[in-house]
């Protein structure tokens, strides 16, 4: 089974983003990137597959500026076979990305595609499902657990409202990961050096003469209200007073 | 005729979630700007419908119930529910497609836009306009306000960001009823659902959080929160350190990477206050910050803050509320 992982460049989840002075975006120039979270925790499922002897090669895809290299190589030093840079200096959202992957998909043809569920940049949570349903393939977000049967098909449990639920899906199929998915290892040094010499093919998006111009226009970056820190109460019975008669949301 | 605004009902195939109520206040604030219909979409089976329709029948802003049924459709699969929105959105010609950002409309929603080829825009908190929206990025430490360009809208809506309307109407909105031709999907199946029914409420829907941190020390300890929790019909969060430390299953996890909830209030207990479990419980009304070092930067954020040791606190606490 080939299985094909994605994945985007992103702030680091430990910085703290601020807003430009001027609002038109958040200010990233300095900050440390790295891969998205949840897509390590993708890249790790599928290293895990090939691990078992269930996935026979793992391919990494990235779309976006050159520099997203450097996440294909963290992809590589976790585990994945080689990897696949879609070029593109164009801002792009997740509808395009779809399609780019869609292109990449049609050239690779994968048994499974295992995604992130969402990038912790943009929070959209849709490319996924956008892939999905351009390939009219089966999809399964936001999973916990995903075993292959071994007969063309796949179980995956994955979290809903209130709990969760186990479907089946007939490959090839899509699955994107949430955090319960499972803990991503760590590249060790000498991985590192491995990945260093593991090939990235890299399209132009150009060629592939797909619109990923964006659809949604940013008018104005914000910080959030502030919230002001309020006060400190002494005791239980003032705590509870304050919820009740002040908050009233006891 | 011009085009209505659609919203997407969610329900587990007896009861229509509170948050499509929610929704309808997103999509009647779109309505009235365009002076046009509410047409809300009920998908489900044959044996579903009649329940749910008598439910979406009182709730109000609603212009027309548009109830479609067929035997595939009891179960809400994304690959099945999204053609069968797709050819409604065509055929009444929707100019807005809405539906909460809940599990369910974030998995379906996105491959309806997808289908539509429109760029959907996620977790909706405020409309300025009928073509402009707030949002949150990077785990809501900023807004952005953003112009979608297109003929048509997909949006889902942070639920918490808009009051609820009425279910309780007495004048009847126009009901059209419409069997699915369409073949059923056959690559998912759904195996088996496992709700935690007459529990806790779920998470990001709860009115009340408590959260527990490292400090609450062990998973045994946790049950401390979780009795305050009950007697205030709420749920449990934990902050990462927590969930790393195995005291809580990361199903729990509140923060940039876990679950983003905005309640009416929560209680951060124990827990220090880092950047990535402020993004995720900053959106709440109000927050209480219970925590033995004084200088935690959770009482920054807090509107009322007890310092004291937890484990005297909280059982105080839960037997005076």
């Known amino acids: 089974m080939k299985v094909l992982v994605t994945v985007k460049r992103v702030v680091d989840y430990n910085v703290k983003v601020r807003v430009k002075p001027d609002n038109s975006d958040v200010d990233i120039e300095h900050s440390k990137m790295s891969p998205n979270p949840f897509d390590e925790i993708a890249i790790e499922e599928a290293v895990r597959l090939k691990e078992k002897g269930i996935a026979t090669e793992v391919v990494a895809v990235s779309c976006g500026k050159e520099i997203a290299q450097d996440v294909l190589r963290t992809a590589m030093a976790l585990g994945a076979d080689r990897a696949i840079l879609v070029k593109t200096d164009i801002e792009l959202q997740p509808l395009a990305v779809a399609k780019l992957l869609r292109a990449v998909v049609e050239q690779e043809k994968p048994d499974l595609i295992i995604m992130g569920k969402q990038a912790i940049d943009d929070d959209a949570n849709q490319t996924g499902q956008m892939l999905a349903a351009l390939l009219n393939w089966p999809q399964a977000t936001f999973a916990s657990e995903i075993i292959a049967e071994g007969n063309g098909t796949l179980t995956v449990a994955r979290e809903i409202d209130g709990g969760s639920e186990t479907l089946s899906l007939t490959l090839p199929a899509l699955v994107t990961a949430d955090l319960r998915l499972n803990e991503p290892r760590f590249a060790s040094l000498p991985k590192i050096m491995q990945a260093r010499k593991k090939p990235i093919e890299t399209i132009e998006a150009e060629s592939l003469g797909i619109d990923i111009n964006p659809r949604i226009k940013t008018i104005k970056v914000n910080e959030p209200p502030e919230r002001k820190a309020g006060i400190k109460v002494g005791s239980v019975g003032a705590l509870i007073q304050k919820l009740k008669e002040e908050a009233k949301v006891l | ?321």
């Open chain 2, 1 to 321: 005729m011009s085009s209505p605004i659609l919203v997407i009902a969610e329900h587990n195939g007896k009861k229509i979630s509170p948050s499509t109520l929610r929704t309808l206040s997103a999509a009647s604030q779109l309505a009235q700007s365009l002076n046009v219909g509410i047409d809300l979409l009920l998908l489900s089976n044959a044996e579903q419908k009649p329940v749910l329709q008598e439910q979406a029948v009182k709730f109000e802003s609603v212009a027309r119930v548009i109830a479609l049924s067929g035997e595939h459709l009891g179960v809400a699969l994304a690959e099945s529910w999204a053609k069968e929105i797709v050819a409604v959105v065509k055929e009444f010609n929707a100019s807005h497609i809405l539906a909460a950002a809940s599990a369910q409309g974030k998995n379906i929603l996105p491959r309806v836009a997808a289908l539509l080829d429109v760029a959907q825009v996620s977790e909706v908190m405020s409309i300025e306009s009928p073509t402009r929206f707030v949002r949150p990025i990077y785990a809501g430490n900023a807004w952005s306000t953003v112009e979608s360009q297109q003929e048509r809208h997909v949006l889902t809506i942070r639920t918490t960001c808009f009051e609820p309307v009425s279910d309780q109407r007495t004048d009847a909105p126009e009901m059209i009823g419409i069997t699915s031709t369409a073949a059923p999907w056959r690559g998912t199946t759904l195996v088996k659902q496992d709700i935690t029914e007459g529990g806790r409420p779920e998470l990001t829907n709860a009115r009340v959080v408590v959260s527990g941190g490292f400090a609450v020390g062990s998973a045994d300890n946790f049950k401390m929160l979780e009795q305050l929790a009950d007697k205030l019909g709420g749920a449990v969060g934990a902050s990462r350190a927590a969930v790393d430390a195995g005291f809580i299953g990361n199903d729990h996890q509140i923060g940039q990477t876990g679950k983003v909830v905005a309640p009416d209030l929560y209680f951060a207990v124990g827990i220090s206050g880092q950047v990535q479990h402020l993004a995720g419980m900053k959106g709440s009304k109000v927050i209480v910050a219970i925590n033995k070092d004084p200088d935690a930067p959770i009482f920054g954020v807090a509107d009322y803050g007890l310092v004291g040791d937890l484990f005297e606190v909280i059982p105080q606490l839960t037997a005076q509320v």
